[in-house]
């Protein structure tokens, strides 16, 4: 099981993931970075105007897979139980954008979608190299996150949303669509 501090760590190894990815691609996109934020903050601040790759989680659900841990907090004689654990399931939009007159958004995507496709289960080595690469400065939480020591690691898998699906997350995150792909982590088992 994972602290709290799960979530954070594995969308943090998603975006190292992607970072790594771009830097490495045969043909990088000058100056794209990796980023956290809301879709609706890509335009401010002149991000529109520069290339990258955004993770974004936009919703988080229970793994029904997992049995949940429903026993109580406290024991009869009042000392601490074990706390109770929850499986969940995290979906992502991977949404890239930059300049289209030189397919920006297209490549990658392509070094997006390649990298995930690679990694289709977050290992250990991945989430601590994530987290030691992140872990400093306003992050410097993420290096208590214990998401590397998890029972089971968390997998990656590409998710499929009809137009009519996306179109309606796009309306919900109240901005335009960027070039998107969806992913879902599963399961974060945290307690």
Do not use: F
Request: glycine share 6%.
């Amino acid at each position: 099981m994972s602290s709290s501090l799960a979530i954070a760590a594995v969308t943090t190894t998603l975006r190292h993931i992607l970072a790594q990815a771009v830097a490495a691609d045969p043909m990088p996109v000058a100056g794209a970075e990796v980023t956290t934020y809301q879709p609706v903050q890509l335009g401010s601040d002149g991000r529109s105007r520069a290339a990258g790759v955004n993770v974004y989680l936009y919703q988080v659900t229970p793994n029904t897979g997992w049995t949940t841990n429903a026993t109580t907090t406290v024991r009869a004689d009042g000392s601490p139980g074990d706390r109770p654990s929850v499986a969940l399931d995290l979906r992502y939009l991977i949404s890239c954008y930059g300049d289209d007159k030189v397919l920006e958004p297209q490549r990658l995507l392509g070094s997006a979608v390649a990298a995930l496709a690679g990694t289709p289960v977050l290992a250990p080595e991945t989430v601590a190299d994530a987290l030691a690469a992140y872990g400093t400065g306003a992050t410097a939480y993420l290096s208590q996150s214990d998401l590397a020591d998890q029972p089971e690691p968390v997998r990656l898998a590409a998710a499929s949303l009809s137009v009519e699906d996306m179109a309606a997350l796009w309306r919900t995150l109240g901005t335009s669509s960027l070039l998107s792909v969806t992913y879902t982590a599963t399961a974060v088992l945290l307690h």
